[in-house]
């Protein structure tokens, strides 16, 4: 999915990578406590308020944000495989680590929710 001035603020902050450049371009603007009234904002009205410009938030600056991000999207369904694979391992850890046993739960519930898929024989 690519990003536009027309996407909203929680869409673009709810990609880790999106909250990179945003903090790149305008350091510490993702943990602004504003952030979280503005998120269903598009980031067109965003930059049409003052408020906006006087934190160094310019049309231009927001084009050049958006450019950023979309160039670290996946463009590909491989592509997008590929950042999962990466980040499993660690997420995998991580819900180990913070609640054991819940990994194995939640691969019960999903596979109850949607059973897996099995080829059909071949005949």
């Given amino acids: 999915m690519e990003f536009t001035l027309d996407s909203k603020l929680g869409d673009l902050l709810a990609d880790p990578e999106a909250i990179k450049v945003v903090d790149q371009y305008l350091p510490g603007a993702s943990a602004n406590p504003l952030v979280a009234m503005a998120k269903n904002l598009s980031l ?8 906006a410009a006087m934190l160094g938030l310019t049309p231009a600056k927001a084009e050049e944000i958006l450019v950023e991000v979309n160039k670290r999207m996946p463009k590909t369904q491989e592509e997008l495989q590929s950042q999962i ?18 990994a194995e739960q939640i691969q019960r519930e999903v596979g109850r929710i949607v059973p897996p898929t099995t080829p059909p024989a071949k005949k």
Avoid: H
């Fill in 44 to 51: 067109r009205t965003i930059v049409a308020m003052p408020q």
């Fill in 85 to 102: 694979n990466q980040v499993a391992p660690q997420v995998q850890r991580e819900v180990n680590r913070v609640a054991p046993g819940a």
